[in-house]
């Protein structure tokens, strides 16, 4: 938290004083009796949950998501009021002091944003050095590197404009000279710059994480794990991140662990100049379901690519097996649960060692309780939400599996030889042999450009559209009722459909430009659908304005069933073809075609009614696990008071929820 702002902790220590109760303040209040002692009204009330249950799930007052500010929408009154009547009013009251003037400023606008001081924004990576420069930072990295002193773990003060301090995440107060180069550090160049190292940032809840990691060694079942854990211990203690990289290769080692689990300072998108990593830390559990159906598919994967459209000459010779594994998250220690995630981070460990690319099921498949389905028809509203997370299984694992792991592309080798037959191979789109490809040197993403990634995405997704109709794959998703057979076909086209109407929300107009590489490739094929007539838009306008009230994304069944698969079929060969031959002109232009919007509708109002009735972005109810004592029937329950059985504690999804599930946590 104290890595966003000088003050997430304290209000996310208020919070909890406010809301705890006093003879355990891990045990929630009555939550009715404190509002009725407050006096306050039910919409006071619900927007200091609101607020509070917002900053406990950001673990801060700044959306994780956006990195902009957010103030609570009722007056300080409630707030006050909700501190006298808090059964720790004495710890409410002066954390309230510390926080309530910097809860609602707005003030000076350019502290409303998390990112460079030089810019006036706030930033706690760089603590008490509002002044710090672009340059400063820049030479003191400079320095660090030099010595090979990683900086993921710290935080930067400036004294002056030659002497600042490195703050070290870590328990020990001393720096064992065997991982660190002896303090200060003095640069060589001018300006003479002196660098103090100081350890034991943040050294309270790292002490905290290392005696939680202590009880998970002996429950590790595994000794690379227990090797894992002593590397993290190392790390947390000493601030040595590169016993987290040693973490991280036995992480990657340990092939398909019923629970996984990553932790430490991982991602840089908090620090706006990317050199300063968030700590956080997931648990989550294999799901076993699904990643044995991803494992049937993959180890077919060879022959079931064989079938896609654009033929044995663009295919790849041997199949690399992809890694991907589906997983339910049980706890996530951070301010924003992605989706995916495809880590470590560490580049020479990612060459070495390799990585895993790990998707979130139950955070992609998460609904709020009463969340619209929009842009659907109201007669096909429950088949959605019957067949959605299932059909999204289905797209997910052949999207991952086969689209991202399929086509060739042509290449010239140093020594002049190629991996293709430059005479006999015949490019489907002119007939002729094929004129282009990769050069020596040459990548994918040096050729394609801007439209890579975006494009590369459109294929996969195609690829996963094209195969829902596979009779093979289906079965081993255990479609095998005819009537399922052609629901989820069409589901899968509804589907991507409903995607590419929500892509508008990434679109802007002004500049002509997609913000999100996916959801720019659902656009195109959704219009792909529509030229080709599988799907068409269906307005709804007011009688007597002719303003567009809603809309519903129709796709026709009949035509997804005996048409489908030729139409995306053709697609998918316009852009392996052009991605096999190096053709990176022609994909950009081909692709941007592809991914305008269809009409002028979609530019303006469509796209006015997506932003509309777009949903909020979700929070998560955390679960929490205890140890309770096993009862075994007709033995005395264990005398072991904590007990050896795991028990999971469940909330309701409301904001009491969220701040019940904090409470428990006691941290
Ligand atoms: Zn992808």
Known sequence: MNQWTPKAEQIYDLILSLFGSAADPSKPVDFTALQQTAQLSQLEWEEALD??????????????????????????????ALVSASQQPAKAAALWELVKDDMYSLEPVPLLDIGKPSAG?????????????????????????????????TRLVKHSPTEF?????????????????????????????????????????LNQVCAALVEAKKHSGSEIRAQMIDEYIKCFKEGDMGAHKAASKLWVKDVSPVVESYLGHIEAYVDPFALRAEWEGFTAIVNKDLSLKFEQLVNRAEHLVQCLPWGKPFEVDVFRRPDFTALEILNFATGGIPAGINIPNYFDVR?????????????????????????????????????????????????????????????????????????????????????SWYKPGETYGSKFGVVASSMEECRAEAVALYLCSNIEILKIFGYEDPHDIETIQYMTFLLMARAGVRALEWYD?????????????????????????????????????????????RVNKQMVLEKGKEIIGKL????????????????????????????????????????????ARKIFVQPNTVLVPSVDAGSAPSTNHDGDQVHLIDYPTTNIGVIESFLNRNV
């Open 121 to 153: 924004h706030l930033s706690n990576y760089y603590p008490n050095s509002q002044d710090i420069s672009d340059l400063e930072i820049n030479l003191v990295q400079a320095v660090c590197d030099a010595h090979q002193l990683s900086t993921l773990n």
């Open 165 to 205: 301090s490195l703050l070290i995440a870590s328990v020990t107060d001393t720096l064992s000279p065997d991982v660190f180069p002896s303090s200060p550090l003095k640069s060589t160049s001018q300006p003479q710059l002196t660098i103090h190292l100081k350890p034991s940032d943040f050294s309270k809840p």
């Open 51 to 80: 607020y509070s249950a917002q900053v406990l799930s950001n673990l801060c007052n700044y959306k994780s998501f956006g990195a902009t500010k957010f103030i609570p929408r009722c007056p300080p009154s409630t707030f006050h």
């Open 572 to 615: 998918l060969v316009e852009m392996q073809i052009r991605k096999s031959i190096a053709d990176g002109k022609g994909a950009e232009k081909f692709y941007n075609e592809l991914t305008t919007p269809p009409s002028q509708v979609w530019e303006g109002e469509l796209r006015d009614l997506v932003i509309r009735k777009k949903q």
């Open 351 to 435: 060459e070495s060692t390799g990585f895993k690319n790990v998707s979130l099921v139950n955070i992609l498949s998460a609904k709020a309780p009463d969340e619209e389905i929009t842009f659907i028809h109201p007669s096909e509203r429950e088949l959605y939400s019957q067949w959605d997370t299932r059909t999204f299984d289905l797209q997910v694992a052949n999207h991952e599996l086969l689209g991202h792991g399929s086509g060739k592309l042509l290449q010239e080798n140093k020594d002049g030889s190629f991996n293709f037959d430059p005479k006999t191979t015949i490019n489907p789109l002119t007939g002729k042999p094929v004129e």
């Open 509 to 553: 107009p002004k500049t002509q430009k997609h913000g999100q590489a996916h959801m720019q490739a659902r656009l195109g094929i959704t219009k792909w659908m529509i030229n080709h007539g599988l799907a068409q838009l269906e307005e709804v306008r007011a009688p007597e304005t002719g303003t567009l009230e809603d809309a519903y994304i």
